[in-house]
C-alpha cells in the first residue's frame, strides 16, 4: 500500500489563510495606526462607503461575517461617531447604518492608500496571473460549502 504524505504547505485553505494574513499586514498597519480600527471595523466602514445605508444583517452577507463580530464593530464605530444607527420605522428590531463626515472621510482616506497598495502587493504578478488570481479567488469566495466527509 502506498502512502502519500500530507503536504500542508501545499494545501489550498492554508495556502489561502497564509497569503490573506501576509498580504493583510501592512494595510492593517495603516487602519489600526491611524484610526485604531480592527479588522472587523474597516470591513463594516468600507462596506458603509461602497453600499450606503445598510443593515448589520446585509453586511454580514457581503462580508461572510459573524452577527455579533459585526455588532461589535458597529458599537465601536458608533462610540467613534464613524457610524450612525436608525431603527426601521417598520420594523423597530432593525437599524440602518450609515457613514458620518468623520466615516466617510476615513473610508476616502482608507480607500485611496487600499487602491494604491493593491497595486503594489500586485506588482510582481503579471496582468494574466493577476486576472487568474482574481478570478480564481472570487470563484472559491462565492462557493457554496461542501460536505466531504
Known amino acids: 500500500m502506498q502512502s502519500t504524505e500530507f503536504e500542508l504547505e501545499k494545501f489550498i485553505p492554508y495556502l489561502l489563510n497564509q497569503a490573506a494574513e501576509t498580504s493583510s499586514l501592512a494595510f492593517e498597519k495603516v487602519y489600526k495606526g491611524r484610526y485604531g480600527m480592527l479588522r472587523t ?16 444583517s446585509e453586511i454580514g452577507t457581503r462580508a461572510k461575517m459573524h452577527k455579533t463580530k459585526i455588532s ?12 450612525t444607527r436608525a431603527r426601521d420605522t417598520d420594523d423597530r428590531r432593525m437599524e440602518h447604518l ?19 497598495y493593491e497595486v503594489s502587493l500586485l506588482n510582481g504578478l503579471s496582468r494574466d496571473e493577476v486576472a487568474v488570481l482574481r478570478t480564481a479567488l472570487v470563484k472559491l469566495a462565492e462557493s457554496k460549502p461542501i460536505s466531504f466527509t
Open 41 to 56: 471595523e474597516w470591513r463594516v466602514l468600507f462596506h458603509l462607503g461602497l453600499y450606503g445605508r445598510m443593515t448589520a
Open 72 to 83: 461589535r464593530a458597529v458599537h465601536r464605530l458608533t462610540e467613534r461617531r464613524m457610524v
Open 98 to 116: 450609515t457613514l458620518t463626515a468623520k466615516g466617510r472621510a476615513a473610508y476616502e482616506d482608507l480607500s485611496g492608500i487600499a487602491a494604491r
